[in-house]
């Protein structure tokens, strides 16, 4: 049997990310065999996850992760226990490589996620999952998570927000596969992503709404003008007024650009499109607020 030597012990919490304590029982049940302590560390942590299932998981953070040629990203949601493991930097590492395995490996469900190939390690997501919770102690699970693929000639873009409670991805249409290495381009979609995380539109234009949406806020608006005792034709004119005005305020590109209120973000697209030479259309976005769905 090796001495389990404090150099020993290091080498192992370097490795694993494990307590002292935890490295040192680990290094003794196999006598002192490292790599054997690293799977006996994986596998307590399995174990461990499986105690902590049914424990509430009120906290998490959102990560994302987009392709080096900006045409393939996910949002992820992954939540625990307390806000201080959500803010633990080896939590929100754990995340951010989820959303990677989402991008490169298209999984299905959480199910099928946990089935995959860890980058660069010979371990699955779920023996990446004991891991996680051998280090922080906590019941982690996957909420839910988007992933999104450019088929034509376009780009996405990502912001994460409040200290990971907030993820945004957005969709872009470009005339010019190049733009999306154009360095004004990626201030402009930042900027765009921003947008979405400051101002929190329900959609990117009039037309993308829901009729029923429409229809309900008309029937809200008309009900107010009657109530004002005005001519049938002036209550028709701001119940329209009132809803251009709902436009403005939850359409993206009609929204005033929280950095330039004189603009809005349609005319913030066409002033980076002339400058660039090329045509850019804002086609989708994907908002994540941390507890706000579950999936």
């Known amino acids: 049997m090796a001495e389990i030597t404090a150099k020993l012990v290091k080498e192992l919490r370097e490795k694993t990310g494990a307590g002292m304590m935890e490295c040192k029982k680990a290094l003794t049940e196999v006598?002192?065999?490292?790599?054997?302590?690293?799977?006996?560390?994986?596998?307590q942590g399995l174990a461990a996850h499986a105690k902590k299932a049914g424990r509430a998981t009120n906290e998490g953070a959102i990560a994302e992760y987009i392709s080096v040629d900006d045409k393939t990203g996910a949002l992820i949601e992954v939540n625990c226990e307390t806000d201080f493991?959500?803010?633990?930097?080896?939590?929100?590492?754990?995340?951010?490589?989820?959303?990677?395995?989402?991008?490169?490996?298209?999984?299905?469900?959480?199910?099928?996620?946990?089935?995959?190939?860890?980058?660069?390690?010979?371990?699955?997501?779920?023996?990446?999952?004991?891991?996680?919770?051998?280090?922080?102690?906590?019941?982690?699970?996957?909420?839910?998570?988007?992933?999104?693929?450019?088929?034509?000639?376009?780009?996405?873009?990502?912001?994460?927000?409040?200290?990971?409670?907030?993820?945004?991805?957005?969709?872009?249409?470009?005339?010019?596969?190049?733009?999306?290495?154009?360095?004004?381009?990626?201030?402009?979609a930042r900027d765009v992503a921003m947008q979405v995380a400051a101002a929190s539109p329900m959609a990117v234009r009039r037309d993308d709404f829901d009729a029923d949406v429409i229809n309900r806020e008309k029937e809200i608006y008309k009900t107010q003008a009657a109530e004002s005792g005005k001519p049938e034709?002036?209550?028709e004119k701001m119940a329209e007024g009132r809803l251009n005005k709902f436009f403005k305020e939850q359409a993206l590109v009609e929204q005033?650009?929280?950095?330039?209120?004189?603009?809005?973000?349609?005319?913030?697209t066409a002033r980076v499109a002339k400058e660039i030479g090329d045509s850019i259309?804002?086609?989708?976005?994907?908002?994540?607020?941390?507890?706000?769905t579950a999936a």
């Open 281 to 292: 259309e804002i086609v989708a976005f994907t908002r994540y607020d941390l507890g706000s």
């Open 233 to 235: 034709a002036i209550q």
């Open 31 to 43: 006598e002192g065999d490292i790599e054997k302590a690293i799977d006996y560390l994986r596998t």
């Open 85 to 188: 493991v959500a803010m633990n930097q080896n939590f929100t590492d754990f995340v951010k490589l989820l959303a990677e395995v989402v991008v490169k490996d298209n999984p299905a469900d959480v199910d099928a996620l946990k089935t995959l190939k860890v980058p660069n390690r010979d371990i699955t997501v779920e023996e990446l999952f004991g891991e996680a919770v051998g280090k922080l102690g906590e019941n982690i699970q996957v909420a839910r998570f988007t992933r999104v693929e450019i088929e034509s000639t376009g780009a996405l873009a990502a912001y994460i927000h409040g200290g990971a409670k907030i993820g945004i991805m957005v969709q872009f249409a470009l005339g010019n596969q190049a733009t999306a290495e154009n360095e004004v381009f990626k201030i402009y």
């Open 256 to 268: 005033a650009y929280v950095k330039d209120m004189d603009i809005s973000i349609e005319q913030y």
